[in-house]
């Protein structure tokens, strides 16, 4: 006989292997033929969803359904950082060019002598 699952989806807690517990939205997700759950975190204030993040269900420790009342507070507590990019500098134009020499300020090539050893 064959059973038809009901797809996981509801307001619920969520606890991570990696000692993560986070508040929001959950829902079944096909990634590439696999499945994947689907966490939509709300904003502090609970009016819009501040992040969207995709699981392996090996990852998860406790799936714990409850209110939206009860998600949006552990939301509130455990927000998620947002993304940040890398702080590193711009790549150079040319390979073996300088982003700006520290002594005259100008871009040159890394072997070619500054402005102020030439004066």
């Known amino acids: 006989m ?9 307001w619920v807690i969520l606890e991570l292997m990696g000692h993560r517990r ?20 709300p904003s502090r204030d609970g009016d819009a969803m501040v992040a969207s993040q995709l699981y392996s269900p090996s990852a998860v ?19 998620p950082e947002p993304v940040h990019r890398w702080e590193l500098p711009a790549p150079a134009d040319k390979p073996g060019e300088r982003e700006n020499c520290g002594y005259c300020g100008e871009r040159h090539g890394a072997d070619e002598p500054c402005q102020e ?3």
Do not use: H, S, W
């Not at 986070?22 to 975190?41: H, M, P, S, T, W």
């Not at 420790?61 to 409850?66: A, E, F, K, L, W």
């Not at 209110?67 to 927000?79: G, I, N, R, W, Y």
């Open 2 to 10: 064959d059973e038809q699952k009901e797809p996981l989806e509801g």
């Open 61 to 79: 420790y406790c799936i714990t359904p409850t209110t939206e009342a009860l998600a949006k507070a552990v939301a509130k507590a455990t927000q």
């Open 22 to 41: 986070l508040g929001g939205y959950l829902r079944e997700q096909e990634i590439a033929g696999q499945g994947f759950l689907r966490i939509d975190v």
């Open 117 to 119: 050893d030439r004066a």
